[in-house]
C-alpha cells in the first residue's frame, strides 16, 4: 500500500468510528466503545507508518481536483512534510489515550455514545487539517473542530457554566473566522491557488501583492482558534467540558491548529515584517498575562488552561522570529506533557472529590491515594517549567535561541524588534511558569489537614494512558537530535547561554513560591469559605460536575477562592484581584461589544414588531376591510346588479361629456 493510501486512512479511519457509533450508538451500545477506540488506535498506528516512511524527506505531494469552480480551483491534496505526519503522530496518541481514558471517566453516561463519536470527528477533523494541501479543504476541518468543541464542551449542558463555555467558545472562535476566511481568499486571488506548495511557490516569486493585509488577516483567525490575546478568553471557561475533552483539545487538536497553520505558510507572513512584529507583541502579552492569570487561579483546569494559553505564545512567538522547526518542536512536546497534567488533573478531581486547590490543600495524603497521577504530573509540571531533561525544557529552550538569533542580527526572517520582544518576554514568562507549576503542586499534594478518603484505585484505564503519554514527556527532548530532518534540516540543541538563564530564572521562580508556601502554611488552619467537597465515590465525570456546581456554590465565582494560605496572593499582592478574572477582558468585552450589540439587537426587533409589523398589519387591515366593502355589494339580487350597472354607466356618459366640453373650450 502506498504512502498516499496510508495518509489517505489516518483521518478516514476516525470518521468512519464516528459515523458507525452515531448509528449504532442506541441500537448496539456494546459496540460503541471498540468503535471509539480501535479506528483512532488504527489511525495512530497508520500515523506511525507514515512518518516513518516520510522519513524527514522530500515532501510528498498527492492531489486530484475536487471541484472546478470556474476560477481558482479547489483540489482534493496532501501535502505530507516533516512537520504534518510528527504532528498527526501526535493527534493519533492523545487521541487514542483520550478515548481510552473516557472509557472510564463517563462509564456510566448516558451520552457517552454521541461523546465518543464527537470525539472521533474531532480527531479526524485535525488530522484533516494536518495532512491537507489545499486551504479550502483544510479549512473544512478547521469549521467541523468549531462545531465539535461546542458540543463537546457543552457535553454537561445541565450546568449554566457549560451552557455559557460551549456557547462562548463558538462565537469567540467564529469572530476570528470571519477575516481568516476572508484573509484566505486575499491569498488565492493574489497567488491564483488554494494548494499550498503553489501558494508558497507564488511567495518565493514575489507574488504576494497585499502581505501585511492578508497576514493580519489570517492572524485573527489564528488567535481565535489558537487563544492567543485578545481573543484567548473563550479557552479557560472551556474548562467547564470534561476533562478528556480539556485534554483533547489543549495538547493535540483545536488549540494547536492554529499555530500548525502559521507554520505551514509561514514564508506569507514573513513576506511582512508588520505582520511578525504584531504576531510578536501578541506572543508577549499572552505569554505574561496568562502567566500572571495561571497563578491566581484556585480550579485546577483553569490553572493549565491558562497554562496552554501561554505555551501557545511560546510557539507564536518562535514563528514570530521566523523560526517554525522551533514552534512545531514544541507544540509536540507541549502537547504530550500538557495531555498528561489534564489527565491526571481528572484523576485528582476524582479523589479529591474538588477541583479547588484550596479545598485541596486541606487536605492529606492525597499523593499516596493516586500515586500514578501523582508521579507522572510531577514529570510533566517539570517539563512545563522547562527543568532539564525533561522535553519542555529542550523546547522551550529552542524558542528562546531562535528568539536570540534574531535579536542579535544571527537571522534576518523577522525583524530585531520582534527577537527582543520574545526573548523578553519569554524570559519572564518562564519565571511565572515554574511559580504557577510549583504553587498547584505544592497546593495539590502536599496539603495538611483530613486525610482524602480511600475509595480504591483508580480504573486502569485513567492510569494506564498517563504513563504512556509520560514516555515523550520524559524522552522527546532527548530525541530530538535525531529527528533533525524532520524539522527543517536545522538543530533545536539549546544555547548554553540561553539554557542557563532561562533555566535559572525558572528555578528562581519555583524556589520564590516555594517560600511563599511556606510563608503562607500557618495560615491554612483557617478553613476556605464554603464546603467543596463532592461524592468521591461516583464516577469520574460526576464527580467533575458537582465539583464545579459546589465550588461557584461556595465561593461564588468558579475562578477564586477567598483563601488566606494561596501562595499566589502573596506573590501578586493588589494584582491578584485582576488577575484573577483574567485582567476583566470579558468584563471589557462585554462593555464594549456584547452590551451594545444586545442594545442593537433589541432596537432591531422593537423596529420590527412596533414599526414594520405594524405597517404589515396596516395593509392587511386595509384589504380585509375593502374585502368587507365589496361583499356587502354581493346581495344576489339581480335587480340591484342592474341598477348599479346602469348607475355606473350614467356616470361615466356624464364624465364623458363633461371631459369632452372642458377639452373642446381649451
Known sequence: MTTTTLAVLVPLLPFLGAVAGLLLGRTAPGFVRPLAVLPTLAAAVIAVVVAARQGGGRAIDAATELTPTGSVPIDLALHLDGFAVLVAVLV????????????????????????????????????LVVYSGDLMVLLVGWEIMGICSYFLVGHYWETPEARAASLKAFLVTKLGDVPFLIGLFALAADTGTFRITGILAAVDNGGLDHPTLIALLLLAGVAGKSAQF????????????????????HAATMVAAGIYFVARLLPVFAASGAALVVLAVMAAVTMIGSGLAALAQDDIKRVLAYSTIGQLGYMSGALAVGDRGAA???LLSHGAFKAVLFLAAGVVIHAAGTNSLAAMSRMGGLSKRI???????????????????????????????AAEHTAFGDRDVAPAAAGWTILVAGLLAAVLTAAYATRLWLLAFR?????????????????????????????FGLAAGVLTDWFDGHSLTPSLTTAVLSTGVGLAGGLVTYGAWRHTTALADRPPVGAVAAHPDAEPALVEVEAMASHTAAYGTIADAPDPSDPGRLLLGPLHRHAVTGFHLDALYTALFVRPVGAAARLVRFLDREVVDTYVRGSGSIARGLGTAVRRAQTGNVQTYLGALLAGTLVLAIAAVVFANVYAGA
Open 447 to 475: 496539603g495538611r489537614g483530613a486525610e482524602v478518603p480511600g475509595h480504591g484505585r483508580q480504573p486502569v484505564a485513567m492510569t494506564s494512558v498517563l504513563w504512556v503519554l509520560a514516555v515523550p514527556t520524559i524522552a
Open 371 to 401: 500515586p500514578d497521577a501523582y508521579w507522572t504530573m510531577t514529570v510533566a509540571l517539570l517539563a512545563l517549567a522547562a527543568i532539564p531533561p525533561f522535553a519542555g525544557f529542550f523546547s522551550k529552550e529552542a524558542v528562546l535561541v
Open 328 to 330: 512545531v518542536f514544541h
Open 92 to 127: 493519533g496518541l492523545v487521541a487514542t489515550c483520550v478515548q481510552i481514558y473516557s472509557t472510564a471517566y463517563l462509564r456510566n453516561d448516558a451520552r457517552y455514545p454521541s461523546y465518543a463519536a464527537l470525539v472521533s470527528l474531532f480527531t479526524s477533523a485535525m488530522l
Open 230 to 249: 485578545p481573543l484567548h478568553t473563550w479557552l479557560p471557561d472551556a474548562m467547564a467540558g470534561p476533562t478528556p475533552v480539556s485534554a483533547l483539545i
